[in-house]
Each structure stands twice: as structure tokens, then as C-alpha cells.
């Protein structure tokens, strides 16, 4: 079997499931942006754009490979983003949706269910087995990481990222901008389900790594817009605008 037929099997054939149901939901934000009759016609060219964006997402072992959901909502960001560029949007304003649409997401599961999905979600046997797998490097278009013992921290565990699948299909497909508000549904993901998530670093932000630091149960904040602590790559900042763009990225 073929790269470009697992890529089918993994995406191609779920586009209908995942990518139209949330177009069609998160174009609320949209509506009061651009007006209802251009939110309408964006929305189709939205559809158009992800159709297209299926092929070019990279095969990473599918259901073998832990990261893989990952990528699932890389395409319709990215999507979202070019058809909004076409009508004068900017990029903040796909985070804006992609936030409030990852946010609606996980706050349809139950409160009660929600610690139970955040322990077994972030287990750092769970992490520590996948990590061992990514650094195997199957794929070159795979994320690769490791992770960090907690012992005498104030984690649990953390998990470094040195390679990331999305940093490098975005970069790719000319849209490296687009990557923090990605990176920023780690912390909408995480203040659900009860886990703290601290980061210094992103390699959305051209930093060495990505350095998350998991705590279970905890908390985390998620707030819009993003305050993007990572864009400093862990050396202090005395100020900054409130949402910049991020740096032309070479993976």
C-alpha cells in the first residue's frame, strides 16, 4: 500500500465526517465578521479548499501512530485560513474560530467524564510509549519527542517535542503564521478535562522545542486571545503586543 492511499484511508475517507461537520458549525464567528451572504460563500469555498489540502497531508502510520489525530484539524485550519485571507480576514481571526470551535468541542463531553479523559489522556506510560515510537523516525513527516521526569519538579512529567508534523505541513503549504493558534488548542484541551499544561517553548515560534509540562489533575488557563508566552522561547520579555505574528519558520 502506497503513501498517498493511506493518506485516503486516513483522511480522505472521513472528510465528510469530521471536516463538514465543523464548517458547517463554526461560522457563527464568521457571520459577524464578514456579513451572512459572504460568510456563506466562504463556507463552500471552505469545503473546496479542504478537499484539496486532503492529498497533500502526510501519511504518519495512521492508527499506529498515537499522533495521528493530531492532523486532523490541520487541513480545515488551514482551509479556514486561506479562504479568510481571501476576504481580507487576518490570521488572528482563524484563531479566533478554531479556538471557540475546539472550546465548543470539549465542553459537549460531560463535566463528570471530563478528569476521568483528562487521567487517561495524559498518562506518562502512555506518553513514554508513544515517545519511543516517534523516535524510531518511520516517517519523515512524523512528529519525534521524548519525555521528561517529573521527579523533584513541579510536573508530573513532561514530554519535548522536536519535531512537529503540523510546523511542517504548515510550512509547506506557506502558512507558518498559522501555527501558534494551532498550538494554542493545547491549552483549550487541557483546561477542559483538568490537566495544567505549562510551555516555555514552541517550535511554532521557531524555538529548539516544544517543552510541555503536564500536571494531573490541574489546572489551565485557556483565555482569548492567546497571551502566546512561548513566542520568547523562554528568555523574559518585558512587553510585547498582545498578539503578534509569528516568525518566517524553518523546520
Known sequence: MDASTRTRFDLRTRWKVRGFHSLNRHT???TD???????????????????ALIPHVPYIGGHRNAQSQS?????????LYRVVARHGGSVQDVGEVIHHAM??????????????????????????????????????????????????????????FTECAIVKFLH????????????????VMTSALG???TRTKTLAWG???????????????????????????????PSAPAMPNPPHVTP
Not at 492532523?71 to 485550519?77: D, I, K, Q, R
Not at 510541555?212 to 520579555?237: D, H, K, S
Open 28 to 30: 457563527d464567528l464568521l
Open 33 to 51: 465578521r464578514f456579513g451572512a451572504p459572504t460568510a456563506a460563500v466562504m463556507r463552500r469555498e471552505m469545503l473546496d479548499e479542504y478537499r
Open 71 to 79: 492532523m486532523v484539524l490541520s487541513p480545515w485550519a488551514l482551509a
Open 103 to 160: 472550546r465548543e468541542r470539549v465542553e459537549r463531553i460531560p463535566r463528570r467524564l471530563r478528569p476521568w479523559m483528562g487521567r487517561r489522556t495524559y498518562r506518562k506510560a502512555r506518553a513514554a510509549k508513544n515517545a519511543r515510537w516517534s523516535q524510531e523516525r518511520r516517517y519523515p513527516d512524523d512528529f519525534v519527542y521524548e519525555v521528561v521526569d517529573g521527579d523533584s519538579q513541579p510536573f508530573d512529567y513532561g514530554v519535548d
Open 172 to 187: 509547506a503549504q506557506g502558512a507558518d503564521e498559522l501555527a501558534p493558534y494551532i498550538c494554542d488548542l493545547d491549552y
Open 195 to 197: 490537566v495544567s499544561l
Open 207 to 237: 524555538c529548539d522545542r516544544c517543552d510541555f509540562r503536564f500536571t494531573v489533575p490541574g489546572q489551565t488557563t485557556a483565555p482569548w486571545p492567546p497571551r502566546f508566552l512561548e513566542r520568547t522561547c523562554g528568555r523574559p520579555e
